[in-house]
């Protein structure tokens, strides 16, 4: 007979984890356009300017800043209710160079946690393209998290991204593995397919919705004590699992006018049942960020 229990703080962690790099990774519905594919950045956010936007297509360089700030009015792990309502901000400041090297400082903040300020991370990537036609992009780095509490189970990650899309590149799909270090080891990977549809472009306002389908899976550690009718003992038993956690649909409106963007998601999660969880049901929460490109090559 088998009496199951989750290591709670190390469960909780890799699924804090798996919403922080959902929503701010390479691979994120809230920035999918903004972090795999900089051409689509620089057209998004100066599309105004066409001169700038010419010299990045024939290769010269540029440097720029993007900050931004997302709010999501509710939070669930992996598409799990923790049993405490309660809304999350993740800031980030991300610099992208045309070398390939980026950038990027974020946050997780949440609004009834102790502390409120989870953790705060440091990212080092370097971001490129496959072919003339650059229809495959590709993205490896290295973040380090530092933690508000005492926690050291996953201070490192290891990450790389794999992306294919349309010529128009209105439609893509991406592949993201990343492996997670400390005292303890986890790998997570999360597949998306998104489409981008544009509903209004003018010369200085244009408005579109990114729709994103994401499947997310990573490898769970989980402790059950474990009895036999032969004998009155306990043991303890430690069991890994990798399955697929939670399928994401995410339905973005992106607003852009000159450098700023703003953007209004709905997204519904239909968690994935593991281990000796029951039966879980459909989660959906509303997000809002706002960001601004600060292009640096401008005099």
Known sequence: MRYPFLEIKKTIKVLRLLLFTIA?????????????????????????????LDELLEGSSYSFLYTSVS??????????????????????????????????????????????????SASLSYFNTIGKKKLITYNTGYTRFFYTENFNG??????????????????????SASYLFGSDESIQLVSSSYAIINLLRKSKLSLRVRPVLSFIAAKQEFTFLEIFDTSPFFREVNQTIFDLLNTQL??????????????????????????????????????????????????
């Open 154 to 175: 996953f201070t490192n990650s290891i990450d790389l991204n794999l992306g294919v899309r349309n010529k128009k590149r209105t439609l893509g799909s991406n592949i």
């Open 24 to 52: 701010t990774s390479f691979c994120s519905y809230a920035q999918e356009s903004n972090t795999d594919d900089l051409d689509t950045i620089i057209d998004e956010l100066f599309f105004n300017d066409q001169q700038f």
């Open 250 to 299: 995410t339905i973005p409106f992106s607003l852009t006018a000159n450098s700023w963007d703003f953007e209004l998601g709905y997204t519904i999660n239909t968690p994935n049942a593991i281990f000796n969880e029951s039966d879980l049901p459909l989660t959906h929460f509303f997000s809002i960020s706002v960001g601004y490109l600060l292009d640096l090559t401008k005099k």
């Open 71 to 120: 709010y999501n009015n509710n939070t669930f792990f992996s598409g799990r209710d923790a049993g405490t309502d309660q809304f999350n901000l993740i800031p980030q400041v991300s610099y992208y160079h045309s070398s390939g090297i980026n950038f990027s400082v974020s946050g997780l903040y949440f609004e009834k946690f102790t502390p409120n300020w989870d953790f705060t």
